[in-house]
Nanobody, 124 residues
């Protein structure tokens, strides 16, 4: 089992940047595929980005490509989401998620563990 704790959210103006972190407990972090999702009020939770075990494979939702970068440091049991050129429509609660087995990073039901979320608010 793994526990996930997100941090780094906050209030930022449009065009600004934030870096989210997700710290995982345990000694088996490198055996988990990781993903970031977000949920705005009234909307379903949606995929943002995913990363493979080694970090060699990264995957993004179309609207964040070129602006967001997912990365991981297996020695620090942490996955990151660097968010640049933020827009008001990026406002949401951001969640990290973990899974031992992945066929499609964008599917919520493939992830077994979720963090509590961190709020990101982008003002116009």
């Amino acid at each position: 089992q793994v526990q996930l704790v997100e941090s780094g959210g906050g209030l930022v103006q449009a065009g600004g940047s934030l870096r989210l972190s997700c710290a995982a407990s345990g000694r088996t972090f490198s055996t988990y595929h990781m993903g970031w999702f977000r949920q705005a009020p009234g909307n379903e939770r949606e995929f943002v980005a995913g990363i493979s075990l080694s970090g060699a494979g990264t995957y993004y939702e179309e609207s964040v490509k070129g602006r967001f970068t997912i990365s991981r440091n297996n020695a620090k049991n942490t996955v990151y989401l660097q968010m640049n050129s933020l827009k008001p429509e990026d406002t949401a609660v951001y969640y990290c998620a973990a899974s031992r087995y992945i066929t499609d990073y964008s599917r919520r039901n493939e992830y077994d563990y979720w963090g509590q979320g961190t709020q990101v608010t982008v003002s116009s």
